[in-house]
């Protein structure tokens, strides 16, 4: 789904990276669900989730393992973003180890003009099954971004997926929707502040 543009104006991007393998991943289906709502404020969207990001090689295991047709694909999609959203289920205290070596691919992005996730607004959802790993992979999804020089939003959703999953139509509650609205509306807004800056040499 995305969002209509005016005559001559690129509407902005946002990446979704994350989830689990499996249709039935929570974690992915937030994602999808914010991503959603950021088209309907008028961005397209690209999504690399649970499912093609497994097949991403692991990155640095070898000098000569860390691409594939789907890295490449990976890293152009988050050069070109204005914003991203990170989505992880929550594993034994951090992020997957799935999403973590999709964010080591960013490497490649390091002598771009804007490295990394220099200048883009990231937004971050977890999925846990319980609180206490919910908050915590936040902060560890927050700490690889600041890393890369990106700008976590103030706003993060967490959920506990032994409380709140979505029905057979990946709805989720009025609170988990309403959260992922917020979400979607800091990424939209700092796309928004960003190119409404004045020029400078
Ligand atoms: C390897 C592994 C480690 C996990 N570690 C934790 C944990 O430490 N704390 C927790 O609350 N849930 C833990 N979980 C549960 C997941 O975070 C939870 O089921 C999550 O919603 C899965 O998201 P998904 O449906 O997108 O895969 C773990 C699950 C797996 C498979």
């Known amino acids: 789904m995305n969002g209509e543009s005016a005559p001559g104006v690129e509407l902005p991007l946002v990446v979704g990276l994350g989830g689990s393998p499996g249709t039935s991943s929570v974690t992915n289906q937030l994602m999808l669900a914010c991503l959603a709502k950021a088209a309907d404020l008028g961005t397209r969207t690209e999504v690399f989730s649970g499912d093609e990001l497994s097949t991403l090689p692991i990155y640095g295991a070898t000098a000569t393992s860390a691409h594939n047709d789907l890295a ?4 152009d999609a988050v050069r070109r973003a204005d914003a ?3 989505a992880t289920p929550g594993y034994h205290g951090g992020m997957s180890g799935l999403v973590k070596n999709a964010i080591d691919h960013l490497e490649e992005l390091r002598t771009d003009d804007r490295p990394y996730l220099d200048g883009r607004a990231v937004g971050v959802i ?5 609180w206490q790993a ?15 020089r990106g700008w976590p939003t103030p706003f993060g959703v967490t959920v506990n997926s032994a409380e709140q999953r979505p029905d057979e139509h990946g709805h989720f509650d009025e609170r988990v929707d ?9 990424l ?4 928004g502040w960003r190119r409404g800056a004045w020029p400078r040499s």
């Open 72 to 75: 490449d694909r990976v890293v």
């Open 84 to 86: 991203v959203i990170i």
């Open 126 to 130: 977890v999925s846990a099954g319980g």
């Open 134 to 148: 919910a908050g915590a992979a936040l902060v560890s999804v927050r700490s690889a971004i600041h890393a890369l």
């Open 178 to 186: 309403g959260a992922l609205g917020i979400l979607a509306g800091q």
């Open 188 to 191: 939209v807004e700092f796309v």
